[in-house]
């Protein structure tokens, strides 16, 4: 079972699909710290078998001729630790077919009753695949609402009741995924971290001499629900929900104000020091770092990061 997923995110038809693939690779650590990759989850059993025509020997020869092409690169650029690091992850994912745990992929095993809970969207069939995978071993996993600019959950127009039908498409399918886990005695060993890029503000895009263009005008006064868009990223403020794993229950930290600007009022959490409170979860040190071609790389900034333990059990 690979120990890295990444459910839901697809690459065809998106706009920003080479910005996508930066953020979905092992980065200094090599590829096979890379997430295996599922792009729909109700095709995620198709990741873990040949290509439709292909029989299993033609695809191993296949397999093989790949692994000497990449020996055998005279490509100047990558390292011996790069090119070991890809015939490393290449083995696994080949290995994984064969496998036992490959049938968690599946979700046509999945018994309808406990299926339908999760029916609301793509991301809910990917929380179903994260609860199968989960109980098959998989220790981090990434389930995307799935970023298409201006679409989904970049929402820029109507913002008002689009929210209400999107916040339907993760609320069941989130609630069904720790009940299933509490019930499996799997809850208190995973760790659910719901959190998103920034949240949104009404107000216009940008400044009002540099308008975004193609994007719904807004005039001075507001009077129809296209004008409210969710448009300005919005950083003053943002919230993370962490169920299972240590957390502890019902418990909130910090407060915003009731009115916009709608600002962190105290008890401010950066991005980095929620690393860090993970990271205590998994036994990991903030200044963590390792030495790849010369250059320090720490699990937080500068290794810096500090944990808020007010959250946790311990």
Request: charged residues 25%; neutral net charge; glycine residues 6%.
């Given at each position: 079972?690979?120990?890295?997923i990444?459910?839901?995110?697809r690459?065809?038809?998106?706009g920003?699909?080479?910005?996508?693939k930066?953020?979905?690779?092992g980065?200094?650590?090599?590829?096979?710290y890379?997430?295996?990759?599922?792009?729909?989850?109700?095709?995620?059993?198709?990741?873990v078998?040949?290509?439709?025509?292909?029989?299993?020997?033609r695809?191993?020869r296949?397999?093989?001729g790949y692994k000497k092409?990449?020996?055998?690169?005279?490509?100047?650029?990558a390292?011996?630790?790069?090119?070991e690091?890809?015939?490393?992850s290449?083995?696994?994912?080949?290995?994984l077919?064969?496998?036992?745990?490959a049938?968690?992929f599946?979700l046509?095993?999945e018994?309808?009753?406990?299926?339908?809970?999760y029916e609301?969207?793509?991301?809910?069939q990917g929380?179903l695949?994260?609860r199968?995978l989960?109980?098959?071993?998989?220790?981090?996993?990434?389930?995307?609402?799935?970023y298409v600019?201006?679409?989904g959950?970049?929402?820029?127009d109507?913002?008002?009741?689009?929210?209400?039908?999107l916040?339907?498409m993760?609320?069941a399918?989130?609630?069904?995924?720790?009940?299933?886990l509490?019930?499996?005695d799997?809850?208190d060993?995973?760790l659910i971290?719901?959190?998103?890029?920034?949240?949104r503000?009404?107000m216009?895009?940008?400044?009002?001499?540099?308008?975004?263009?193609?994007q719904?005008?807004q005039?001075?006064k507001?009077t129809?629900l296209?004008?409210y868009g969710?448009?300005?990223?919005?950083?003053g403020a943002?919230?993370?929900?962490l169920?299972?794993?240590?957390?502890?229950?019902?418990?909130?930290?910090?407060?915003?104000?009731?009115?916009?600007?709608?600002?962190s009022?105290t008890?401010?959490?950066?991005?980095?020091?929620?690393?860090?409170t993970?990271?205590?979860?998994?036994?990991?040190s903030?200044?963590?770092g390792?030495?790849?071609?010369e250059?320090p790389?720490?699990?937080t900034k500068?290794g810096?990061g500090?944990p808020?333990?007010?959250v946790?059990?311990?």
């Open positions: 079972m690979p120990a890295f990444d459910i839901g995110q690459y065809d038809g998106n920003e699909a080479e910005e996508l930066a953020f979905q690779t980065g200094c650590l090599g590829a096979q890379g997430p295996f990759r599922v792009p729909d989850p109700e095709q995620a059993v198709l990741t078998r040949p290509p439709a025509g292909m029989s299993q020997k695809f191993r296949r397999f093989d092409l990449v020996e055998q690169s005279p490509v100047a650029r390292s011996d630790f790069q090119r690091s890809l015939l490393q290449l083995e696994s994912a080949h290995r077919m064969n496998a036992p745990a049938k968690a599946d046509s095993l018994p309808e009753k406990s299926r339908k809970p609301t969207s793509r991301f809910g929380c695949l994260a199968r989960v109980e098959a071993g998989a220790r981090f996993i990434e389930v995307s609402t799935e600019p201006f679409l959950w970049d929402t820029h109507n913002g008002h009741t689009r929210m209400v039908e916040k339907r993760i609320d399918p989130i609630a069904q995924l720790v009940l299933d509490e019930r499996r799997l809850l060993r995973t971290v719901l959190a998103s890029e920034f949240s503000d009404v216009v895009e940008g400044k009002p001499d540099k308008p975004v263009p193609n719904v005008a005039p001075d507001m129809e296209q004008h969710m448009h300005r990223h919005f950083t943002g919230s993370v929900l169920f299972g794993g240590g957390a502890k229950r019902g418990f909130l930290f910090g407060k915003t104000a009731d009115e916009r600007p709608c600002t009022l008890r401010k959490v950066t991005v980095t020091d929620l690393h860090a993970i990271l205590r979860t998994l036994g990991i903030p200044r963590y390792v030495e790849i071609e250059r790389f720490y699990v500068d810096l500090q808020v333990r007010e946790l059990h311990a």
